[in-house]
Nanobody, 115 residues
Framework: QVQFVESGGGLVQPEGSLSLSCTAS????????IGWYRQAPGKQRDRVAY???????YYADSVRGRFTISRDSAKNTVYLQMNILKPEDTAVYYC?????????WGQGTQVTVSS
């Protein structure tokens, strides 16, 4: 069973930035389309960005222009650079394969945007 590990969250003021990291066992991050997802309290988990094996990236409308997803295969890590953060970005952020199907989820990393 692949284990995803997310890190880099924290408390940040509006307009601030954070960089999240995702690691996983094996080579799944290099061999599959990988997405960042988020879940705010009382809401469903939504995908905010993904990166294909060929490097193509996609962003949800709510984060396009502010977030950047990237992959470093040598480090077996997928990143999410988040800029110009807004209070509505507050959520637990997860990474997983796209689509996740029946794969397990990591613990996620909490991002809180507040003054």
């Amino acid at each position: 069973q692949v284990q995803f590990v997310e890190s880099g969250g924290g408390l940040v003021q509006p307009e601030g930035s954070l960089s999240l990291s995702c690691t996983a066992s094996g080579r799944i991050l290099s061999n599959y389309m990988i997405g960042w997802y988020r879940q705010a309290p009382g809401k469903q988990r939504d995908r905010v960005a993904y990166i294909r094996r060929d490097g193509f990236t996609y962003y949800a409308d709510s984060v396009r222009g502010r977030f950047t997803i990237s992959r470093d295969s040598a480090k077996n890590t997928v990143y999410l650079q988040m800029n110009i953060l807004k209070p509505e970005d507050t959520a637990v952020y997860y990474c997983n394969v796209v689509p996740p199907e029946n794969r397990s989820w990591g613990q996620g990393t909490q991002v809180t945007v507040s003054s």
